[in-house]
């Protein structure tokens, strides 16, 4: 389906034609997305007077222009398939063009047999109808963008569903690969990771465009359960081009005794906008969330967090860094919210910005909310140049100022890095970190 008018695209003809286009969505997808249109068409655009958008750029979140996907042509397809393959060592991987699944890499019959599920969620809507009812979009925004979490649940109609049962361990990342194509294209990629009972599982989900400045949407929520005793390492990679507009929620929910990992990587989009929900739901539970952000030009990053503390004795580590170019922008906005039987509390939350420009802007607003009385929270944030002795150093040794600055980038951010527990993962974030830097 193709729409030109910039009209048509949020109009009730597109939408009835979206569903005329999927009669194999289940009956109670078909009721959930529904709602959410109208929920989509009541709720008010973002403002600056709205706190959950202050200090945001809000003129440009307009997604009227926009047009749902076209399907990619096979010969581009094999192309953007021969891109996913700098991660190697993998258990398994999907890759999506457009919102259809262009290849498949299933994980193996071993784990099969032992009951782990890993398919695209258009497969996964008809074979395991009744987990996606339980668990798809079961997470209720809580970050500012709930309209554009509503259009998401209108539209998605693909993605990534990971099932992990109770006890299995998977050593090697599953990964996929979302990619857009085509100008005014509109994207709403989705993945739920389920990890049940003292599993073990490390997810990567890796965001692309396949031109350099073809204007895109790409609209996505990405929700990970980490039930008892689980472990699970998220991996975030936003790679969008430059002229794009980007919006990416995630929620991790972490039951007793669960340890979840969440690192973000921000790379690209002209506007992209980054909600991360942790919740601590039962005692022992741990969550520690990074994220590096690279911004140049005039991109404008802006990242809003909740660690939500519903339970005793949960702990949760935040740190996001951020290296600004140019006239870019980053926004990092966070709470830490204690509910009042949540005692003994362990949770902090810092936020650091290298600005590399005198013109780079950087703003931070870091909370909290405590009800419990045995806690121990801090926040903290700092924002800073590039220290002038470190740079005169590398300079003197004959090395180029933008490479100096390249290394100076990197030894900030080694503090996230050395803590990826996969090196071929760490190598891939550096290396996506480098190309950023590198002449146009």
């Known amino acids: 389906m193709t729409v030109n008018k910039k009209s048509e695209f949020l109009s009730e003809a597109m939408f009835d034609h979206f569903l005329e286009r999927h009669t194999e969505l289940p009956k109670w997808l078909v009721r959930q997305k529904k709602k959410s249109w109208a929920e989509y068409l009541d709720l008010p655009a973002p403002t600056r007077k709205m706190e959950s958008w202050r200090f945001a750029n809000v003129r440009d979140l307009g997604v009227d222009g926009f047009r749902l996907a076209d399907p990619v042509r096979e010969l581009d397809a094999n192309s953007l398939i021969e891109q996913t393959k700098s991660i190697q060592q993998t258990a398994g991987k999907l890759v999506f063009g457009n919102d259809d699944i262009l290849a498949e890499e299933p994980i193996s019959a071993e784990l099969r047999s032992k009951g782990v599920l890993f398919e695209p969620l258009q497969r996964a809507f008809t074979d395991h109808s009744e987990i996606l009812e339980e668990f798809f979009m079961a997470q209720e925004s809580a970050l500012g963008s709930e309209k554009f979490t509503a259009l998401h649940t209108a539209l998605n109609r693909n993605g990534t569903l990971l099932f992990i049962p109770k006890n299995v361990e998977i050593e090697l990342p599953i990964i996929s690969h979302y990619w857009a194509q085509g100008q005014q294209t509109a994207v709403f990629p989705h993945t739920l990771v389920i990890a049940r009972d003292n599993s073990k599982v490390t997810f990567v989900d890796v965001y692309r465009s396949a031109e350099v400045d073809a204007a895109q949407l790409a609209c996505g929520v990405s929700t990970v359960y980490a039930d008892p005793g689980a472990k699970v390492e998220y991996h975030y990679i936003q790679n969008w081009n430059e002229d794009s507009l980007s919006f990416n929620r995630l929620t ?4 007793r005794d669960a340890n979840i990992r969440a690192y973000g990587l921000n790379l690209g989009s002209k506007h ?15 969550a520690e969330l990074y994220s590096l952000a690279v911004a140049h030009a005039n991109q404008e990053i802006d990242q809003r967090t909740l660690q939500s503390h519903n339970a005793p004795n949960a702990r949760s580590d935040l740190l996001f860094k951020n ?17 009042e039987e949540a005692q003994l509390t362990d949770a902090y939350q810092t936020n650091r910005n290298l600005l ?14 405590i009800l419990a009385n045995d806690v121990r929270c801090s926040h903290g944030a700092t ?7 470190e740079l005169f150093y590398l300079l003197s040794r004959g090395i180029s100022k933008p ?24 190598e891939f974030h550096r290396e996506r970190v480098h190309r950023k830097f590198e002449p146009a």
Do not use: W, Y
């Open 272 to 286: 992209a906008r980054s909600e991360g929900h942790t919740v601590l739901d039962g005692p022992g539970s741990k």
């Open 323 to 339: 290296a600004l170019q140019n006239e870019s922008k980053t926004i990092f906005s966070g709470l830490i919210k204690v509910a």
């Open 252 to 255: 991790t929910i972490a039951q």
């Open 356 to 369: 590399l420009s005198p013109t780079a802007e950087a703003n931070s607003l870091p909370g909290l909310e």
């Open 403 to 426: 490479t100096a600055e390249t290394l100076l980038v990197f030894g900030f951010f080694e503090e996230v890095l050395g803590k990826m527990s996969n090196d071929e993962l760490a």
């Open 383 to 389: 924002t800073g140049q590039i220290d002038e002795n």
